[in-house]
């Protein structure tokens, strides 16, 4: 294989998973019957750019369909943090009435319902039926399809050039990277700003977080790389901000190269210098990811296999991707797990892909109260614990796996 972005050929491993089905690829009770198409899930490191990216196995098309489950507006700490940063960038680009945001990966409109309420005309870019249909209910305009230069050509043709676009968390979603890059350069108006918000490679490697590595992530991402990619696909980074999303994110400020006119910013550099600092253009900040990762999945193995012993009882909250790739990593069924709670009903009533085990109502642990609660979407904790406070009625204890495994 090559690399998504220069094209060198890639022999540095990061991690090698085994193999494992699309992780929102949900089954129902029709599904539940039929074979699942596993996939090999082994990500690589390029030794030229340093983009870090899964081999290619997947299309896109299978990840992202119409039945698609990830519906952004059942996470509340995530409402507030997109309210927060429509009202960072209102203040800072000074957008108003005459402005027009676009939002690339809109999802279910969990943020352009807050651009929306301020009376700034947005558009949204959604491939998934599911969530496109949620935000089109919320009075947003949405075009149903994937970003990259040949969309990006249509709506500049049509007038719809952005003063401001966002791409939250989609970066890393995107097969072909260099277009989907490309894209804002043309979409952008002369002096207009993009945002990317991206989990952190450094945070991935540093705090072994391997269960964020499913086959919806094609890249991991960098500075170092992202820097890269954009200057070559016509935007320059100005400004990036740490964040606390997602384990640890970045949000990278960037603009159009031939025309932007934001000066960049000194911490631009100092966060380069601090990737290189610590080792992330070299083979040995990659060498132990594989063994961290191994000791994490035998210590939820030993925990769950422990309390089985014991007789104590064990579900897990939150029926998010990260959780199906620990889960089938470490070869988990219904005998040692039988069940998973959400708050979304798109996936309530459904199976968890390829360990098949099933995904109730939240209040289902209020009626089985079993000992032990995993939360499997560790990135959440703070959001979770207290809505789940209720469990040490019981005796109940809450448990978390990543990046060791520990009672909450």
């Avoid at 094209?7 to 699309?22: F, K, M």
């Avoid at 299978?62 to 943090?81: G, I, K, Q, T, V």
């Avoid at 422990?306 to 070869?331: E, F, H, P, S």
Wanted: aromatic content about 12%.
């Amino acid at each position: 294989m090559n690399c998504r972005h220069c094209e060198s050929p890639l022999s540095l491993s990061l991690v090698d998973l085994g193999s494992a089905p699309p992780s929102n690829a949900y089954l129902t009770e029709e599904t539940l019957h039929a074979p699942e198409k596993w996939f090999p899930l082994r990500v690589l490191v390029c030794e030229q750019c340093w983009l870090v990216q899964t081999e290619d196995f997947a299309q896109i098309n299978e990840l992202f369909d119409a039945e698609y489950a990830y519906f952004s507006s059942f996470s509340d700490s995530w409402l507030a943090h997109s309210e927060r940063y429509v009202a960072d960038m209102v203040e800072r680009f000074h957008l108003n009435t005459k402005s027009h945001v676009l939002e690339v990966a809109a999802n279910d409109g969990y943020l352009l319902q807050y651009v929306k309420a301020r009376n700034i005309p947005c558009t949204g870019i959604e491939p998934t039926a599911s969530t496109a249909a949620a935000a089109r209910a919320k009075g947003i305009q949405i075009f149903e399809d994937f970003f990259g230069v040949r969309l990006a050509e249509a709506l500049a043709e049509q007038g719809l050039v952005a003063d401001l676009t966002v791409a939250n968390n989609v970066l890393a979603h995107v097969p072909d990277i260099n277009d989907f890059v490309s894209g804002f350069a043309k979409i952008l108006k002369p002096a207009g700003v993009s945002t990317f918000e991206f989990p952190h490679l450094f945070k991935l490697v540093d705090q072994h977080q391997f269960d964020t590595i499913y086959h919806e992530h094609f890249s991991y991402l960098s500075l170092t790389a992202v820097d890269r990619i954009f200057a070559h696909n016509g935007l320059t980074i100005f400004d990036v901000e740490e964040i606390f999303t997602h384990g640890g994110s970045l949000r990278v400020f960037a603009q159009r190269s031939d025309s932007g006119n934001q000066r960049r910013q000194l911490r631009v550099n100092e966060l380069l210098r601090l990737e290189e600092q610590q080792g992330m253009r070299t083979r040995a900040y990659y060498a132990d990811f594989q063994a961290k990762t191994n000791q994490t999945k035998n210590d939820f193995v030993r925990f769950l296999l422990d309390a089985n012993r014991k007789g104590k009882t064990v579900a897990a909250y939150g029926a998010a991707a990260k959780g199906n790739t620990l889960i089938n990593y470490a070869g988990i069924h219904f005998d040692l797990l039988p069940f998973v709670v959400d708050r979304n009903p798109a996936k309530q009533g459904k199976y968890m892909p390829g360990s098949r085990i099933p995904i109730f109502d939240v209040d289902k642990l209020k009626i089985y109260k079993p000992d032990f609660v995993v939360i499997l979407p560790w990135n959440l904790s703070s959001e979770i614990i207290p809505q789940l406070a209720y469990v040490k009625h019981w005796g109940g204890e809450l448990v978390t796996v990543m990046p060791n495994v520990q009672i909450a």
